[in-house]
């Protein structure tokens, strides 16, 4: 079945632009030009992927990300104009999967696409035990569930695989590279921007003191692991 995705822009150009190269390869497409539109639509259709400009009116971008993560892991890119490292930030931390940086060409834009939904829907190598513990963080692998003492903790599924490879890996340093290969793919390597922004969100849901950190620990210099906990 063709994955759907929802396009929000308040460009009408833009929007017809962006609809015409995912038609072509084969994906269907529902369009909003507003966050407040991009809600309505979404909650009457089934959506795999949303890519989601930030300077809109009504409903921006970044409250969009935000209303959508209070309900829904769906893969969001932010859509954020040349320089605007601020946007993308700010994008990233409010929940977003990913960003293009506009303007961008037809393969740039349909490269992530595929990577996005790829990390969304690849199955995820769990290993033989069903449960995980570090110290109050506990990870239910068959169901995919994260818990922090007895509180359920949401992750999307970029987060979710990161924090997987803290604990395949446990007491070895995983380096930049390594993590963004592993997670969002090869053509991210160099990405250092979107893997900061997403351990910062991953403390900040994990650990008890984000600026202390026990379960996610950055090396200097070198990449950041999970370490042993004690007998």
């Known amino acids: 079945m ?4 929802l396009i929000v822009d308040d460009e009408p150009r833009y929007l017809r632009l962006l609809e015409a190269n995912l038609r072509t390869e084969g994906y269907e497409v529902a369009t909003a030009q507003d966050g407040m539109q991009a ?3 979404f909650s009457t259709n089934p959506i795999d992927l949303v890519l989601l400009d930030v300077m809109m009116p009504r409903l921006d971008g970044f409250g ?6 209070e309900f829904t892991n769906v893969p969001i890119v932010i ?3 040349r320089g605007e490292e601020q946007d993308r930030v700010r994008g990233l931390d409010l929940g977003a999967d990913d960003y293009l940086i506009k303007p961008f060409s037809a393969t740039e834009l349909l490269a992530r696409v595929r990577a996005v939904l790829r990390r969304a829907h690849a199955p995820v190598e769990t ?5 995980f513990t570090h110290d109050n963080l ?4 068959a ?3 994260v818990w922090k003492g007895e509180e359920p903790v949401s992750l999307s599924a970029t987060e979710y695989r990161l924090l997987l490879q803290f604990a395949h890996n446990l007491g070895k340093i995983l380096t930049s590279e390594e993590l963004l290969t ?3 793919g090869a053509e991210y390597k160099n990405d250092k921007e979107i893997l900061w922004v997403s351990i910062a969100r991953l403390r900040q849901k994990l650990e008890i003191d984000a600026h202390s950190p026990q379960h996610i620990v950055t090396r200097s210099g070198l990449g950041y692991l999970m370490p042993p906990t004690e007998s």
């Open 182 to 184: 592993s997670v969002w």
């Open 2 to 5: 063709a994955k759907r995705i």
């Open 79 to 81: 859509l954020t104009a």
């Open 64 to 69: 969009a990300t935000q209303r959508l993560r």
């Open 127 to 131: 290993g033989q035990a069903r449960f």
């Open 39 to 41: 809600l309505e639509v």
């Open 143 to 145: 169901r995919a569930e």
């Open 138 to 141: 506990r990870i239910d692998f």
